[in-house]
């Protein structure tokens, strides 16, 4: 069982940025490293869409055309922790942002991904 925990988020101007974390508590032995993580957000009256996903090895990196050029996905495999740098930030990234994990998170439908966070509410505003 992993545990998973977002943070970082808040409000911000358009424009500018913020970095969200997603922590996951491993067991001993079992490195991050063979997981990947998806980043997820929900706006209100909007369907849940993905953010980005890095593939467990980091073989695979992908966004959205939305925030493509604005937002990085990177792991600190020590920290066991995934990070969305998120830049020139714009209204309509306000929402809930969630973290989930699975071995095959950048392949897998996002309803069958074994381990989400609680999410980190991201609010850009005037």
């Known amino acids: 069982q992993l545990q998973v925990v977002e943070s970082g988020g808040g409000l911000a101007q358009p424009g500018g940025s913020l970095r969200l974390s997603c922590d996951v508590a491993v067991p001993v032995g079992v490195s991050l490293d063979n997981y990947g993580i998806g980043w997820f957000r929900k706006a209100p009256g909007k369907e849940r869409e993905e953010v980005s996903c890095i593939s467990r090895g980091d073989t695979n990196i992908r966004y959205t055309d939305a925030v493509k050029g604005r937002f990085t996905i990177s792991r600190d495999s020590a920290k066991s922790s995934v990070h969305l740098q998120m830049n020139s930030l714009r209204l309509e990234d306000t929402a809930t942002y969630y973290c989930?994990?699975?071995?095959?998170?950048?392949?897998?439908?996002?309803?069958?991904?074994?381990?989400w966070g609680r999410g980190t509410q991201v609010t850009v505003s005037d």
């Open positions: 989930a994990v699975d071995h095959f998170a950048c392949t897998k439908a996002a309803g069958t991904l074994s381990y």
